[in-house]
């Protein structure tokens, strides 16, 4: 059985690779009556489209969504809506030693163990270029919950954290790396400038807040809001590390440290802190929502790196082509993306089941 699909009520299905000639997504179960162009998906794609600085790929796609079906006169009308994306910048000739050898650390020899045989341009489905449909998603999932405003920035990169006493919101959009902190986005040209020209990658950490998450969305133990947000975050490319609210950091805490202490407030309890991340027992208690994802470094490296053909021989590998020096920088609207297509689907479950 083959799994391309995410969500409950609010469901998307993303299809096609790296190298094809399109991808896309259909969304279903997207209430009607929304007001939807693309107009109002494509400031979200250009955030991640590649090609905008040189600190990411290289690769040229305008990114530019289509609207085939589910809406009509500018409004959903609650059938599926199928979203697609083109692709014009492939070089395939790019990856005719890939298809002889696995790059350690990519999912080439997996996906060989699993179906016999892979789409080695670019890594097919297993590249990154798929979370272009998925931040086209998000797009639509953002109609759906205007009360909620997600934002996301870079919280790391290589082992070099942000100044949280720096923290600025302007900055996010005003250097290429969506970095809160103009002093480590200084930082971050020099060091992923410096792995580029060393054929090498860095790792980044992403942070991402929803605010105005009504308290109440969520739920007990198999649709639980956190669960939901970590299987969303760790299907992202790359990902290997989630954490909600104060996360691994929480384990070193005692328990009334850990605790987020409440009193009486205008409009149910005041809390005065948010170790939790805004969730308790899956379920949203109305404070932001806090979100924490370890991107590793890109795998793509013009590093050899010893590996073995698909015949079993050894032998070394170097990814010619055109890589993100530093893939969690683009992954900032993606997990956004995530964080909207949870936060969408819960609204619609409360609301099924609690009105």
């Not at 350690?104 to 060989?112: E, F, L, N």
């Not at 809160?180 to 950490?205: F, M, V």
Request: contains cysteine; neutral net charge; hydrophobic residues 40%.
């Amino acid at each position: 059985m083959s799994f391309n699909s995410f969500g409950r009520v609010f469901r998307f299905t993303t299809w096609g690779e790296s190298h094809g000639p399109a991808l896309g997504a259909v969304v279903d179960g997207c209430p009607p009556g929304l007001a939807l162009s693309a107009a109002d998906i494509q400031p979200w794609l250009d955030r991640r489209r590649p090609g905008t600085s040189r600190y990411t790929t290289q690769r040229q796609e305008p990114d530019a969504v289509r609207i085939l079906s589910g809406v009509f006169e500018g409004r959903t009308t609650g059938t599926p809506i199928s979203l697609l994306i083109d692709n014009v910048d492939q070089r395939s000739k790019d990856y005719s030693e890939v298809a002889l050898a696995y790059r350690p650390g990519h999912a080439d020899y997996a996906y060989d163990a699993k179906y016999g045989f892979r789409d080695y341009r670019g890594g097919g489905r297993s590249s990154a270029r798929e979370t272009a449909a998925r931040v086209a998603a998000g797009a639509v999932a953002r109609l759906v919950i205007p009360e909620v405003t997600i934002t996301a920035w870079v919280a790391e990169v290589g082992g070099d954290p942000i100044d949280p006493a720096a923290f600025d919101e302007s900055q996010i959009d005003a250097n290429p790396f969506f970095c809160p902190d103009a002093a480590a986005a200084e930082r971050w040209a020099g060091a992923i400038d410096r792995a580029r020209k060393a054929g090498s990658s860095l790792g980044a950490i992403v942070e991402c807040r929803a605010t105005g998450v009504p308290a109440g969305w969520g739920a007990p133990l198999y649709a639980k809001l956190d669960s939901e947000l970590a299987a969303a975050a760790m299907s992202i490319n790359a990902v290997k590390g989630v954490e909600i609210g104060d996360g691994f950091a929480a384990a070193r805490l005692t328990g009334e440290q850990n605790a987020d202490p409440m009193r009486p407030g205008a409009d149910g309890p005041a809390f005065t802190a948010n170790h939790a991340g805004g969730i308790a027992g899956g379920i949203a208690t109305g404070q932001p929502v806090r979100l924490r994802v370890a991107f590793k470094p890109t795998s793509s490296i013009l590093t050899p790196v010893e590996t073995v053909t698909r015949d079993g021989a050894a032998t070394e590998i170097s990814t010619k082509g055109r890589h993100d020096p530093c893939v969690g920088i683009r992954g900032v609207p993606v997990v956004a993306a995530m964080m909207a297509l949870v936060l969408a689907d819960q609204k619609l479950l409360h609301r099924a089941q609690c009105g």
